[in-house]
């Protein structure tokens, strides 16, 4: 009887020794569980040590430029290629901060983030808030309308239309330039899109390739007409308080483009070689 009992005892312990190694095991998986994604995620390798962390700020919902794989999860597009490299070049651990395009500017002035990429154009009115990197991207504007739509051709035919458009963005601006026209903004240009499938509105007002990107997706229900009101260029935001981030921004920048890495970048996204003064300052003309 006593040698039963002992054996009882002996499977007891091993049986509670086993159950405490599976429960450590089960909390340690749920600490390091991370929505955010870092540098070693975005380039599938381990974590580096001793580098330098910088918040990248960005609205993943802009193809091709930033948006999340479906099948990844992970953020990926032009910019966030982009980053990617620039972090390489000055040896930077990074981490994506998503969030929505009116909230970018605020983060950057409370120097929350270190940085953003998101398409974000230089303009006169955002340069006296945050400092801007060298143009990376030549962008404009173009009216988007469904595919069955004949009465509007261009900029010209939207006065007194209902025009969706992405708040706080330079498509936004130009659409409040159109007479009568009723401006409703979305959150995000995806919002807008599917508004204009809807028929909720009669235009969207956005950036040439996000809204060439889109129809490409399948969405041939849309379509883009007329002439792109205007010519923009795309830089990387920084807080006025981080002159040094600037500074290795462009750096970072000459040297991709000496290297070829960002017409290698830039080809891959868009099929075509990108303009020579790019990363740079355009022409005088």
């Not at 569980?33 to 070693?40: C, G, I, L, P």
């Not at 009216?143 to 007194?160: C, M, P, Q, R």
């Not at 935001?237 to 002159?243: C, D, E, H, Q």
């Amino acid at each position: 009887m006593l040698r039963t009992i002992k054996v009882i005892l002996i499977m007891l312990v091993v049986l509670a020794l086993a159950l405490g190694v599976a429960g450590c095991g089960g909390q340690q998986t749920k600490d390091t569980k991370d929505s955010k994604q870092t540098s070693a995620q975005a380039g599938g390798g381990q974590q580096p040590a001793g580098k330098q962390k910088i918040l990248v700020a960005s609205d993943t919902t802009y193809a091709p430029f930033e948006f999340q794989d479906p099948n990844t999860g992970k953020y990926v597009g032009f910019d966030m290629e982009l980053i990617q490299a620039i972090a390489e070049v000055n040896n930077w651990d990074y981490e994506i901060r998503s969030m929505n395009f009116d909230g970018i500017v605020p983060a950057l002035q409370s120097a929350s983030v270190d940085l953003a990429i998101s398409a974000i154009t230089i303009t006169e009115k955002r340069k006296e808030q945050v400092n801007f990197s060298l143009p990376y991207y030549q962008s404009g504007q173009c009216v988007a309308v469904k595919a069955s739509n004949n009465t509007i051709k261009g900029f010209d035919d939207l006065a007194g239309k209902k025009i969706g458009v992405q708040i706080a963005t330079t498509g936004a601006d130009e659409a409040r330039k159109i007479p009568g026209a009723k401006i409703t903004d979305y959150n995000t240009i995806n919002e807008a899109f599917m508004a204009l499938k809807n028929s909720n509105v009669d235009a969207v007002v956005n950036d040439y390739p996000v809204t060439f990107y889109f129809i490409q997706q399948g969405n041939k229900d849309v379509k883009i007409v007329g002439d792109l009101r205007t010519s923009e260029f795309y830089g990387i935001a920084v807080p006025k308080s981080k002159p040094d981030i600037l500074e290795k921004v462009n750096s970072a920048l000459k040297t991709l483009k000496e290297n070829g890495k960002y017409a290698e970048i830039y080809k891959k996204w868009f099929d075509k070689e990108p303009p020579d003064f790019l990363p740079g300052e355009p022409p005088a003309n």
